[in-house]
């Protein structure tokens, strides 16, 4: 599958390599986090380039989602810290994480979690709606993403009539229509088939890349971490030796 606007794989930040410190648009540093006696995160450091598609593996209770939700502001670390351009965010209040959310960040899950009432052009639409847009100018932004997607004449299907690749189209068109500095996906092909969930990974980096995000992906698949510029192993809460942080 191609795409109008994709840009060479290759220019992907920091491809294969750490990223530059100069060029980092995300990082955590000695990242703790306890649920109860169980310790899920036991001192991690990362840095994510701008533009840079990191993949974050390891198996199941291995602390890769945890992570995710550090570094996405969704969770708090009980110790280290979470910059994002060089500006700490772990210590934020509620409200200003959850403004930096809908607006600095986007979100990719495994079930989508789109709003089944709504039209698939009102949840697109939804996280600038959320900040204050006009529902005509959120609605503007949200439609040219249809048919970069592939989902023209699906605007006004709600998500129960829609199959499960089209749903997750939608879920990805959403989480960058803001154009966010960073999309988070957690498993996000963990739900399809596996041409489904081909589709939906050329479509989320094609586009990831074409408007210069940067994309944290959770997998535990290596044909899913195949399409990333570089990957980690996260295990019993850390960073596996011989991964690239």
């Known amino acids: 599958m191609t795409h109008p606007a994709v840009l060479d794989p290759s220019a992907g930040a920091a491809a294969r390599g750490a990223p530059d410190p100069a060029d980092v648009v995300l990082e955590a540093v000695g990242l703790r986090k306890r ?19 990191l993949a974050v593996m390891g198996p199941s209770g291995s602390g890769k989602s945890t992570l995710l939700h550090c570094l996405a502001a969704i969770l708090r670390p009980d110790e280290g810290r979470v910059e994002l351009d060089g500006r700490r965010i772990d210590d934020l209040g509620e409200a200003p994480r959850t403004r930096l959310r809908r607006t600095a960040f986007g979100f990719v899950f495994q079930f989508g979690q789109l709003v089944p009432e709504l039209p698939a052009i009102e949840n697109v639409a939804l996280p600038l709606l959320l900040d204050g847009a006009r529902r005509a100018e959120a609605v503007a932004a949200a439609a040219p993403w249809f048919g970069r997607l592939g989902l023209d004449g699906l605007e006004d299907r709600r ?13 990805i068109a959403r989480a960058l229509v ?12 963990g739900s399809l ?5 081909e589709q939906v990974m050329e479509l989320l980096t094609d586009a990831a890349r074409a408007t210069g995000a940067s994309v944290v ?8 971490a195949a399409y990333a510029d570089r990957e980690i192993v996260v295990r019993d809460g850390r960073i596996a030796t011989g991964s690239t942080a």
């Open 217 to 224: 992906l959770v997998t535990h698949e290596p044909r899913i």
């Open 193 to 197: 088939d596996s041409l489904a969930g």
């Open 159 to 171: 998500p129960g009539e829609m199959s499960g690749g089209q749903a997750q189209r939608v879920a």
């Open 178 to 189: 803001a154009r966010p500095r960073v999309v988070f996906a957690d498993e996000p092909t």
């Open 35 to 53: 649920f109860g006696s169980t310790e899920a995160l036991r001192g991690i450091d990362v840095r994510i380039a701008s533009g840079e598609i």
